[in-house]
């Protein structure tokens, strides 16, 4: 498959077929996320597969998404958002429960960090977080080579988590990322299209 073309297949995807996604993918696109760049060259990633639902319900019940979603309320919340924007969150945000369950395999990415994220005081403290996600990004890519599709779901309780699933406390979640072959009726969101002329500046702004 043409490189262009395997960009453009990567989408964001919530709705999963029950069908497996095979090992040997799955170690294909973790391969291929260890060949992104890393700014200490030391790749200090790691990825947990979870496909029990016993391990499932860990995530769900330290995200606390066994919560029921007020669809009003959440209306309300975005309504002043841009459209492609509100879409976005309307069908995610109820989803977040729903994916986690259907999805055949969970992977969870975690890194090691020089300085903890929430007390990083320079860009340069960022540099691991920025390298996790080129990872993350060719790991997406190399699924979408095969047809299997994920979205990245940013955990808020962290710290239960890796007590959950026996992360060492000296690394981070990056991702959370449910990952599956595409539902016939996968709902498949607008883009907001860019004008890539416009974002272009020569030598200054």
Not at 104 to 110: F, L, T
Not at 139 to 151: K, R
Request: hydrophobic content about 40%; glycine content about 2%.
């Amino acid at each position: 498959m043409e490189f262009r073309e395997v960009i453009k297949r990567r989408r964001t995807v919530r709705d999963f077929q029950n069908k497996e996604v095979a090992m040997a993918i799955i170690d294909y696109a973790i391969e291929n996320g260890f060949m992104a760049p890393t700014y200490n060259h030391l790749r200090d990633w790691d990825f947990i597969i979870v496909s029990s639902l016993e391990s499932k319900l860990k995530l769900i019940e330290s995200e606390n998404l066994d919560k029921s979603i007020d669809i009003k309320e959440l209306e309300s919340l975005f309504k002043n958002e841009d459209s492609i924007m509100k879409e976005m969150y309307l069908d995610a945000i109820p989803k977040q429960k729903k994916m986690i369950i259907e999805a055949p395999s969970i992977v969870i990415v975690v890194f090691k960090t020089k300085t903890k994220i929430g007390e990083a005081k320079r860009i340069y403290d960022l540099n691991c977080l920025a390298s996790v996600w080129a990872c993350i990004e060719n790991f997406l890519l190399s699924l979408a080579e095969y047809n299997v599709y994920g979205v990245t779901f940013i955990p808020q309780n962290i710290e239960t988590i890796k007590e959950k699933l026996g992360i060492p406390d000296e690394l981070e979640i990056a991702s959370i990322i449910p990952i599956g072959y595409k539902a016939d009726d996968a709902k498949i969101l607008k883009q907001k299209p860019i004008n890539i002329p416009e974002r272009k500046h020569y030598e200054k702004w």
